[in-house]
Structures are given as structure tokens and as C-alpha cells.
Nanobody, 120 residues
């Protein structure tokens, strides 16, 4: 079993910054892609940013230039640095990881979500 634990959400004023962290633990042989998704009330969950084990990144157009995703492979942890936050960034942010276990199977895992609220 694998657990993803997120931290770093909160309330911030527009223009401010937050840093989200997500640590994976459990039966992990390796982690392929890790990413952050978000879901605002009444909207579908959307990809915010993703990063491969080799460090290649992908961002939603709405966050390019403001958010930076990074990871520490030794700690099985992914980060999301969010700068110049806007009220439209308000959502529950979820961490995702593609994990290969010691038994060889691959599965997608999700964190419990962390609330980010940006006030205008």
C-alpha cells in the first residue's frame, strides 16, 4: 500500500505565494510521473503540473510562469511553488503519483487534498 500526504495549503491574499508538498510512503520501488491536480467547486478536476522521474515538466497554460513543480526522488516528494496567486487559483489541490511496487505492478495514487484559498 502507498500513502500520499500533502501539506502547505492555506489562505493567502492575491499576489501571494504558497508552497505545497506531497510525500509518498509505503511499498514503493519507483515513482514515474508525479503531479498536482486541482478541483474548484462545481468544476472538474484538472491537471496543474506534472513532472517525470527524469525532471521533465508540464504545466497548465493558466499557471505557466507562476507555478513551479519540482521533486526530490530520494525523499519520494513532489513540491509545487505557487507565486502570484490569483483568486481563480482557489481550489482543493491533489497530489498524484504513478507508483511501481516491489511486486512489479503499477498503480495511480492520490493524496487526500489540501485547500488553497486566494482572497482578492
Amino acid at each position: 500500500q502507498v500513502q500520499l500526504v500533502e501539506s502547505g495549503g492555506g489562505l493567502v491574499q492575491a499576489g501571494g505565494s504558497l508552497r505545497l508538498s506531497c510525500a509518498a510512503s509505503g511499498s514503493i520501488f519507483s515513482i514515474n510521473a508525479m503531479g498536482w491536480y486541482r478541483q474548484a467547486p462545481g468544476k472538474q478536476r484538472e491537471l496543474v503540473a506534472a513532472i517525470t522521474s527524469g525532471g521533465s515538466t508540464n504545466y497548465a497554460d493558466s499557471v505557466k510562469g507562476r507555478f513551479t513543480i519540482s521533486r526530490d526522488n530520494a525523499k519520494n516528494t513532489v513540491y509545487l511553488q505557487m507565486n502570484s496567486l490569483k483568486p481563480e487559483d482557489t481550489a482543493v489541490y491533489y497530489c498524484n503519483a504513478e507508483v511501481r511496487s516491489w511486486f512489479g505492478n503499477e498503480n495511480d495514487y492520490w493524496g487526500q487534498g489540501t485547500q488553497v484559498t486566494v482572497s482578492s
